[in-house]
């Protein structure tokens, strides 16, 4: 398993509820795209094992997965999220704990590898295809999405899922500042706003903090850097659903 990312089985504090009355209706259903609407931790997760492999004779499995986890979060200022800010990271990863010995064939092998995750196919995660295409027939959905411009276009236009939204919006950073300037964008009111994706730390706590809605729907490995402390969830009021199918109906209901 990649380095921070950790399995979220366990069901964290915070007034969690599959369906919520008190809800009000909303003008506009944003949706997250990775591991929301598309596989897309798994990717990483296969690639660093490999990057692991070619590393294990310099040193042990968990100084490699800690030093680039490291080297991922002290990068993101520079080259932001995505696949190739991760690839950069894994460079420089292999030239500090080789002290500089990598072989230019090594180093080719982990730009192949950036290169094979922005070509691979696109996966969408069970029940996708049918839901969107049925909230967007009664909603106004927008792709709210943090990442790299064109990796996060590509995967978009490969998944066919494109003409079912009204606006697309990718970001640099997903905190409160930029959820309002979102809902500013799309001219909807927060309370009439809900964002649904699979990180409470970019999809939940800052949507709340904007005074908005939200709804987590978990994926089955996430990245500590989008993990939150259990006390920050407390009070925290979100919906939880287990699978995408499930949102036409608790949108129905709210």
């Not at 094992?49 to 499995?61: G, I, P, S, Y």
């Not at 996966?123 to 027939?137: I, K, Q």
């Not at 899922?161 to 009204?166: A, C, D």
């Amino acid at each position: 398993m990649r380095a921070g990312r950790i399995d979220r089985s366990r069901t964290p504090l915070g007034t969690v509820s599959a369906r919520s009355t008190a809800m009000p209706r909303f003008d506009v259903v944003a949706l997250d795209a990775d591991d929301t609407l598309w596989h897309n931790e798994t990717l990483f997760t296969a690639t660093q094992t490999q990057f692991r492999a070619l590393l294990a004779r310099h040193q042990d499995a968990a100084v490699i997965d800690q030093r680039l986890y490291e080297t991922e979060t002290r990068n993101l200022r520079h080259f932001g999220y995505g696949v190739k800010g991760f690839t950069l990271s894994m460079i420089e990863t292999a030239i500090e704990l080789t002290e500089g010995r990598i072989a230019g064939a090594e180093v080719q092998r982990l730009i192949d590898l950036g290169r094979e995750m922005l070509q691979a196919p696109v996966e969408l995660l069970d029940g996708v295809a049918e839901t969107v295409e049925m909230l967007a027939a009664d909603h106004r959905l927008v792709l709210l999405t943090k990442g790299d411009l064109f990796d996060q276009e590509s995967k978009l236009a490969r998944s066919r899922l494109g003409e079912s939204f009204s606006a697309v919006e990718i970001v640099s950073e997903k905190d409160a500042r930029t959820y309002a300037a979102v809902m500013a964008r799309q001219r909807v009111d927060p309370p009439r706003f809900v964002m649904v994706g699979n990180s409470l730390r970019s999809d939940v706590l800052p949507v709340l903090e904007a005074g908005g809605a939200a709804v987590h729907i978990p994926y089955h490995v996430t990245w500590a850097h989008e993990r939150v402390p259990d006390d920050a969830l407390v009070g925290k009021e979100f919906a939880r659903l287990a699978s995408i199918r499930e949102l036409p109906a608790w949108l129905a209901g709210a």
